[in-house]
């Protein structure tokens, strides 16, 4: 007998039960699928941000689908204050206007070229957030397309998409749109 089984694990989502494991195994049927479903839109209706009230709406979304996918790592940005030389950790969906742009560059070159979760949910929520964008404003984000992209990695053909990037251009356009 090899004694009773071990207590299942819990956790709130399948993509937050192994967060000891260094990225997702992409090419085997569970890494397929899951990264089929965190890239998925956010929801049916793609986003345009012409009523000011969308970007909440969107970013409600983008918090619930992080909390599901395991992204909030990446969501957190770490900021330090110049004068007072201190770093705290923000949220760039609910303080994504005390985070400045390179603070979010400095936080993704940390993991954006690493055999990370990391990497691979940066990437995966690039998708997400771009396949919830309508095509008109997806114009408009791809004329910065050098704001999300960070330079190429031997594991990609060119530059690579980032998360966090492209959120905080998404959250910038969206601003200026709604004035």
Same mark, same amino acid.
């Given at each position: ?5 071990a %207590?299942?694990? /819990?956790? +709130?989502?399948?993509?937050? #039960? ?7 195994? =992409?090419?085997?049927?569970?890494? #397929? ?10 929801? !049916?209706?793609? /986003? ?6 969308? =970007?909440?709406?969107?970013?409600? +979304?983008?918090l619930k689908?992080? *909390? ?6 990446? /969501? ?13 950790n923000?949220? +760039?969906?609910s303080e994504?206007g ?17 055999? @990370?979760? *990391?990497? *691979? ?5 690039c998708?997400?957030?771009?396949? @919830?964008?309508?095509?008109? /404003? ?17 594991? !990609? ?6 998360g %966090?990037? =492209?959120?905080? =251009?998404?959250? @910038? ?5 709604s004035?």
């Amino acid at each position: 007998p090899l004694g009773p089984p071990a %207590p299942p694990a /819990f956790t +709130l989502a399948p993509a937050l #039960a192994n967060t000891a494991t260094t990225y997702l195994d =992409l090419t085997s049927s569970t890494g #397929a699928k899951h990264f089929k479903g965190a890239t998925e839109p956010l929801s !049916a209706q793609p /986003f345009d941000f012409a009523d000011p009230a969308d =970007l909440q709406f969107f970013l409600d +979304l983008v918090l619930k689908k992080s *909390q599901i996918w395991g992204w909030n790592t990446i /969501f957190t940005i770490p900021v330090t204050d110049p004068v007072m030389a201190t770093t705290s950790n923000r949220n +760039l969906l609910s303080e994504y206007g005390m985070i400045p742009l390179a603070s979010i560059t400095t936080h993704v070159t940390t993991y954006y070229a690493t055999p @990370s979760k *990391q990497a *691979q949910d940066s990437f995966m929520a690039c998708q997400c957030l771009l396949s @919830s964008l309508t095509h008109d /404003f997806m114009k408009l984000i791809t004329a910065d397309s050098d704001a999300y992209h960070l330079p190429p990695i031997a594991a !990609a053909d060119g530059p690579i998409p980032s998360g %966090p990037l =492209l959120l905080k =251009l998404i959250i @910038s356009q969206a601003h200026a749109d709604s004035r």
